[in-house]
């Protein structure tokens, strides 16, 4: 029996001195760091924070301390580190339907189905599936909070607290703006822009999840088998093409449009998107992980990602459901060959390299945008390429001058993406160019 805690819910509160946390986040503070950049101390206070995990505070405190060495280093560590548990866990506690069921919320990150920082910071510290307030519960809650969501409204990308948490929503002023289909509860979603890459962060988060736990239990237990079904179904749906086989339009499961005056912020034909050719593999996307809308709706990094998590969640399925999992892993088998087939392009300076998304009918764009997946992030999403020289190609090119958003300036090199406009290099992108290069004299030099 997973447990969370002894109430059957927890709204995290903290000290009404507290002040908010990006105002604070845009001042300095004392004491500075001793090496000799002086660093300030950006973590907020104990009773400033909205979660603690004993685990963490041992790691942080006792293990990094003494193994860093360097007292700069270590304070950038202290600020950035448990940053993620800090500032965004908002409420736990468990389903109001079964008291076995661990939920959590947290602002954007879970939210918004942006998983990276919660499944991605904790990676080198053994999680257990056995403690109340360890790292593996916030996974829990999490991953069976997104079950909900999912099962609920595949195709929305932002959700209201849950019920049981009773937190005040947010309030949308763009929501009379958009019309989109199919129809979803305002009250239960906060925004409905459907984008692959949100899917394959669930799956993400569940695989990070089982690979350092190999709790094999949880998965069957709630919502997860019933999430990957809806998962499935809207990829059968967005595997269709713009027209049927013979010639005729078909309206898409999913048309989104808002009344904008920017491009990126709506999508063309009336809510349906540039067409697109159907059943060569790839599953479409109206959205970017920025939440722009696609050019051309085959975004390839998404396509990427999730035939990766898609092959690794199949391990978690097999005992549970062999034919789900065979099917999740055809899926996977198929986006993978539709990647080979039709985003390999050949560029005049760099070679063969990936697009950023194609239509399928030999239409594509080439760009990068700092937010992952990306087609930098390639390596760290996990997708394995069938030539390793074309992703060599693909990150010579993201790189450099003939990258529509790549940024270059006295301070920062990095791409950005279209969300802020040419010029506005995003430090994501750097971070994600470090993480992903072998060159120590690159990763020195960006540092």
């Known amino acids: 029996m997973y447990c969370l805690l002894t109430l059957t819910t927890s709204i995290i ?49 006792e293990e990094m301390n003494q193994a860093t060495g360097d007292p700069d280093l270590y304070r950038l560590f202290l600020n950035t580190w448990p940053n993620t548990v800090d500032t965004t866990v908002k409420w736990r506690g468990v389903s109001a339907d079964n008291a076995d069921e661990e939920v959590q919320h947290a602002t954007k990150f879970i939210q918004y189905l942006l998983t990276y920082d919660l499944a991605g910071i904790y990676y080198h510290r053994k999680i257990s599936p056995s403690e109340e307030n360890d790292i593996a519960s916030l996974f829990r809650g999490a991953i069976n909070l997104q079950a909900r969501y999912l099962t609920n409204s595949p195709f929305c990308n932002a959700f209201h607290p849950p019920h049981e948490a009773k937190l005040r929503r947010t309030k949308r002023s763009l929501q009379p703006r958009d019309t989109v289909t199919p129809k979803y509860d305002p009250d239960f979603v906060y925004e409905c822009k459907y984008e692959l890459d949100s899917l394959a962060a669930f799956l993400q988060l569940s695989w990070d999840y089982y690979e350092e736990t190999e709790d094999s239990e949880f998965s069957g237990k709630f919502g997860w088998v019933e ?27 999913y048309t989104w449009l808002r009344d904008s005056d920017s491009a990126s912020e709506t999508v063309s034909n009336h809510g349906h998107g ?36 898609l092959t690794a969640c199949a391990k978690i399925m097999r005992p549970l ?23 390999i392009i050949q560029h005049p300076v760099f070679g063969e390299m990936f697009a ?23 390596p760290h999403v996990g997708f394995k390429p069938a030539s390793q020289h074309i992703y060599g190609n693909t990150r010579a090119f993201v790189l450099s001058s003939y990258s529509p958003y790549y940024a270059q300036g006295p301070v920062l090199n990095a791409t950005g993406g279209p969300h802020l406009g040419p010029g506005m290099a995003w430090p994501m992108g750097l971070i994600v160019r470090l993480m992903t290069s072998d060159d120590n004299e690159e990763i020195v030099d960006g540092i």
Do not use: W
């Open 13 to 61: 509160t903290v000290s009404a001195n507290c002040p908010n946390y990006e105002q604070f986040a845009r001042q300095q503070h004392e004491p500075l760091s001793e090496g000799r950049f002086a660093f300030p101390l950006q973590r907020p206070s104990k009773d400033c924070r909205t979660h603690s995990v004993p685990a963490v505070e041992e790691l942080i405190y």
């Open 356 to 378: 950023y998304e194609i239509d399928g009918f030999g239409g594509y764009n080439i760009m990068d945008d700092a937010n992952l997946p990306s087609l930098l992030s390639i």
């Open 274 to 309: 540039a067409p697109v050719k159907g059943h060569i593999g790839l599953v479409r996307s109206f959205f970017r992980p920025s939440d722009d809308s696609c050019i051309y709706q085959y975004f390839i990094p998404a396509n990427m990602m999730f035939s990766r998590y």
């Open 321 to 343: 459901d062999e034919k789900l999992a065979k099917e999740m892993e055809a899926l996977a088998f198929g986006i993978e060959v539709g990647i080979n087939k039709h985003a």
């Open 227 to 253: 999430a990957v079904k809806k998962i499935l179904k809207v990829a059968e749906h967005m595997q269709e093409g713009t027209y049927d086989e013979q010639g005729r339009i078909q309206k898409p499961a």
